[in-house]
């Protein structure tokens, strides 16, 4: 299996955020089939474990995906929506949607009043109310098969190549990083690591950040990183993106130097194209969950840049993706030989 048939596996899975079932079930099938060993804890994350010994990495990239929830049928049949997390309005018409009902998905369209019939005096972006979506059935029919607090997700559809070695579709963010760390796996599932190396794929990143704090808290990792997206350009200021083309080492007072180091190390190492992110605090991401949790944990960030963050048509480099998997690989064959220990020591 490539890279990209685990992203379209990863991404044709549903997974809002606090409803990450069916795509666990996926991450799990997939760890399974490399031979891995493969647990879930009490918040819903998936893990897979490979090698042996100290230190203990974990590596964490979460499985949720930006999502709704029905709110009501209406006398119409027509549903009304709300946002469980980080999904913008302005995107839904015309946008295909999947309600994950009581006898199964239901397939289904986001419309709105077209522009061209709003009044002068009414907003032009698109508000939650502007929202309907149109399964298609009658009230009756509709109350029988989906009922408030249904999930809705963007339909899946296989990823798109794109020139240039790029890859769009819905959920990018996190199933494709996610994806890379899988393969990561598959290549060193039969090497002799002087290390134990933990793969978490978190649930709630979107919403809350229970999976990281529950991961974190419960194995009690020497070292974590989390790997995550960033924004890339456009539409984004230049002081806020980065290219495609680049990793993004994340520097900031809520992250590990020493862990920063080792990883910038990495990146130097194996002649791979990055920059660093300068953050003054917690990013948003996995990242300050897991380094606030059990007394303090090493914890370092890096960001494949992405496109159109959170709408249907993501996009991003697969050999960004590629040289992610690559600056790990550098990086934990490395501990076998490098002072990780004392890296991580604070100066006094």
């Known amino acids: 299996m490539d890279l990209l048939e685990r992203i379209a596996r990863l991404t044709a899975a549903a997974g809002a955020t606090g409803m990450e079932d069916a795509v666990a079930a996926e991450v799990a099938a997939q760890l399974t089939e490399l031979g891995v060993e493969v647990f879930r804890d009490k918040a819903g994350s998936v893990y897979g474990k490979i090698g042996e010994g100290h230190p203990l990495v974990l590596l964490m990239a979460h499985m949720d995906e930006v999502g709704m929830v ?33 006898e199964g998905p239901v397939w289904a369209v986001a419309g709105a009043l077209p522009p061209h019939l709003k009044k002068e005096e009414e907003p032009p972006a698109y508000q939650w109310e502007d929202i309907l979506c149109d399964t298609g059935l009658a009230a009756e029919e509709a109350r029988r098969l989906i009922r408030p607090g249904d999930m809705v997700t963007l339909a899946p559809e296989p ?21 890379a760390l899988i393969e990561l796996f598959a290549r060193l599932g039969d090497e002799e690591l002087s290390c134990t190396v933990v793969l978490c794929a978190s649930v709630q990143e979107e919403k809350s950040g229970a999976g990281a704090m529950a991961g974190a808290h419960n194995l009690c990792p020497d070292m974590a990183i989390a790997v995550d ?17 680049e990793v993004v080492l994340c520097r900031s007072a809520s992250l590990h130097p020493g862990l920063f180091t080792l990883l910038e190390s990495s ?3 194996m002649r791979i194209p990055y920059q660093v992110e300068a953050a003054m605090a917690a990013k948003g991401t996995d990242a300050w969950d897991m380094a606030v949790q059990a007394s303090g944990v090493a914890t370092g960030l890096i960001s494949v840049p992405l496109r159109y963050m959170h709408t249907g048509v993501e996009v991003l480099s697969l050999e960004t993706l590629a040289n992610m998997q690559k600056l790990l690989t550098g990086f934990l064959r490395g501990l076998k030989t490098g002072p990780w220990e004392e890296a991580l020591c604070w100066r006094d």
Not at 170 to 176: F, G, L, S
Not at 232 to 244: C, I, M, Q, S
């Open 70 to 102: 029905v709110q009501k049928v209406e006398e119409n049949g027509m549903l009304r929506l709300c946002k469980i997390a980080g999904v913008d309005p302005r995107i839904l018409p015309g946008s295909r949607l999947v309600i994950q009902g009581r």
């Open 159 to 179: 990823p798109l190549n794109l020139l240039s070695g790029r890859a769009s579709g819905k959920t990018m963010d996190d199933r494709a990083p996610l994806a």
């Open 229 to 245: 997206v960033c924004h890339a350009p456009p539409p984004d200021t230049p002081f806020r993106t980065y290219p495609l083309e």
């Open 267 to 269: 990146a130097k190492a």
